[in-house]
């Protein structure tokens, strides 16, 4: 994977989350994209509405389109109990957060079929269209690439969460594509959570429109301000309290625990 010699247009698959927020910031203000539009998918996740909530916000504030993408059929396909929202999500422990067998048996609660391959399709998908549509009517290319925010996992990482797998989607943005050219990308993918906070922080990404619960927990007041409920009890929540603390930056985050 190459990465530009000079600043491109950036397609930003966001979450709403830490990584994908601080993903978005350092592709607009230490790369320097000319462009960005920010693509969110609708996947039957059970946190859509906080996670929607926090990326309208992160547009704002960073100037920058917000693309809904209906991929609800995914979610019907999906095992997760990330799309179960019957299912209660049990409180993890923090030590367990580095138990590498109680990790493995987690990461099938949160897998989604295919969801990251899917958003890579759909980043693709929306950076040849603008490619193909400059150089039909002005005859000149305008290459756009794909970035994901996904960083370092630990003690056990998904397959979708890894170099190799980008490596793999490098290779599927040419071969896939007509002119191909675009690149796949993951700034932070070999950063620690705690890395992550510390360069959102020197980046000044507003941490109180980032959402990272598994569970949802609703809405509360803050300052006369409406922001998403952290659970605190879920993988999740208890890495992200860990790595604002580790990093040493203040965490605004509301936590229901």
């Excluded at 010699?5 to 993903?23: E, F, H, K, M």
């Excluded at 019907?76 to 990330?82: A, Q």
């Excluded at 879920?234 to 229901?256: H, W």
Aim: aromatic letters at 10%; charged letters at 25%; proline letters at 5%.
């Amino acid at each position: 994977m190459q990465t530009p010699a000079q600043p491109r247009p950036a397609v930003l698959l966001t979450s709403g989350g830490v990584d994908s927020v601080t993903t978005a910031y350092f592709v607009k203000y230490r790369l320097k994209a000319p462009k960005i539009i920010l693509v969110f998918a609708d996947y039957k996740q059970r946190t859509h509405d906080y996670e929607k909530f926090c990326i309208e916000a992160i547009g704002k504030e960073l100037g920058a389109p917000v693309k809904l993408i209906d991929l609800r059929w995914l979610g019907d396909l999906s095992t997760s109990v990330l799309t179960k929202p019957e299912t209660p999500i049990a409180e993890t422990k923090e030590e367990d957060l580095w138990n590498a067998k109680k990790a493995e048996e987690r990461i099938l609660k949160w897998w989604d079929v295919v969801r990251n391959l899917e958003l890579v399709t759909v980043g693709l998908a929306h950076a040849e269209s603008m490619d193909l549509g400059r150089y039909l009517s002005t005859g000149q290319r305008e290459i756009w690439d794909v970035y994901i925010g996904i960083r370092r996992e630990t003690p056990v990482a998904m397959k979708d969460n890894t170099p190799e797998f980008l490596e793999l989607m490098d290779k599927v943005a040419q071969q896939s594509t007509h002119f191909g050219g675009y690149h796949v990308m993951a700034p932070l993918i070999t950063y620690d959570k705690d890395m992550v906070v510390k360069l959102g922080a020197e980046l000044g990404v507003p941490w109180e429109y980032t959402y990272s619960c598994y569970s949802g927990s609703g809405f509360t007041e803050v300052g006369g301000r409406r922001l998403p409920l952290h659970c605190g009890k879920c993988s999740n929540c208890k890495r992200r309290k860990l790595a604002f603390a580790q990093a040493g930056v203040a965490d605004p985050s509301v936590y229901a625990v």
